[in-house]
């Protein structure tokens, strides 16, 4: 895999303050790639993405917005290009997950949930697919989980905009292939961040003990694969959606 394919390149990681975001901002950082780190409320946790990516001589900038609103979308883009120029690479990373379980979720915990993980995957992608048709160049991994793929009763709205997530992968993908934009998804297990600080201990060890690797996932672990899916490690694939979980869901 080269990291030639991440020179001069201006990659946009949502949700890059942290966890999951903050790993593939810093991995992709140290590909060479410019990076943007869009936050949501955590400014000084994007500051410190921002940092890190910094100290591995890459270039970066912290650029708030929330996904699920077109406009704040729109501005976060055109101040991604005048600093760092168009925006080659995207990674939908951002998401929000509440552990609800059937008696206790409302339609309000529905529709927040929609909007950020799907709604705002939606926006995101609009809002940067115009710059990659007209320069003929785009990669996009979009983070959906393996929630999508088995049942998850304390987490019916999280498990449908995450299935919503593969679907979209895969039409998109189609849509844009003539472009030379790849569309590909994620769906890791469990990975140790804030996000699972609802998740009771005693599920968690269940979930580990249903894992063949018996262990959490790190977000390291995942940034790896963004890494794959963005590089021309993985030209030949597009509407794919790559499952890394430690064994836990094994997929044909
Ligand atoms: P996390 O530590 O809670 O981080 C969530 C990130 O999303 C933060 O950077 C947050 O920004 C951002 N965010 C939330 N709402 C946003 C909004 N409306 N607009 C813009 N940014 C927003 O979670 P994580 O575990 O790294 O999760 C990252 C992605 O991986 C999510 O899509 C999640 O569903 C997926 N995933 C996680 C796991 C897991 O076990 N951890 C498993 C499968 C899939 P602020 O810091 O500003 O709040």
């Known amino acids: 895999m080269s990291e030639a394919d991440f020179e001069g390149r201006t990659v946009l990681v949502t949700g890059g303050s942290r966890g999951i975001g903050r790993a593939c901002c810093l991995r992709l950082g140290k590909a060479g790639a410019r990076v943007a780190v869009n936050y949501h409320s955590r400014a000084d946790d994007a500051l410190e993405t921002a940092r890190q990516v910094e100290a591995l001589g890459a270039e970066a900038m912290t650029v708030q917005a929330n996904v699920a609103d ?38 309000e915990h529905w529709k927040r949930t929609i909007e ?12 940067v697919k115009p710059q990659m048709i007209e320069k003929k160049f785009g990669r996009i991994v979009n983070m959906s989980s393996i929630s999508a793929l088995r049942p998850r009763p304390y987490g019916i709205a999280y498990a449908a905009s995450k299935a919503g997530m593969i679907a979209f992968t895969q039409s998109t993908a189609d849509a844009l292939v003539s472009h030379n934009i790849r569309v590909n998804a994620v769906a890791p297990g469990l990975i140790e961040t804030e996000i699972i600080d609802d998740v009771d201990q005693p599920t968690i060890d269940r979930l580990i003990d249903q894992t063949p690797m018996k262990r959490i996932g790190t977000p390291d672990e995942i940034a790896d694969v963004v890494h794959y899916l963005l590089s021309e490690a993985s030209r030949f694939m597009t509407g794919q959606t790559l499952v890394a979980s430690g064994g836990r869901v094994m997929l044909p």
């Open 70 to 107: 077109e406009t704040s979308v729109a501005d976060m883009v055109a101040r991604v290009n005048e600093r760092l120029g168009s925006i080659d690479m995207l990674v939908n990373n951002a998401g929000i997950f509440e552990y609800v379980d059937h008696e206790h979720a409302t339609l």
């Open 116 to 127: 950020v993980n799907l709604t705002g995957l939606y926006i995101v992608t609009w809002a």
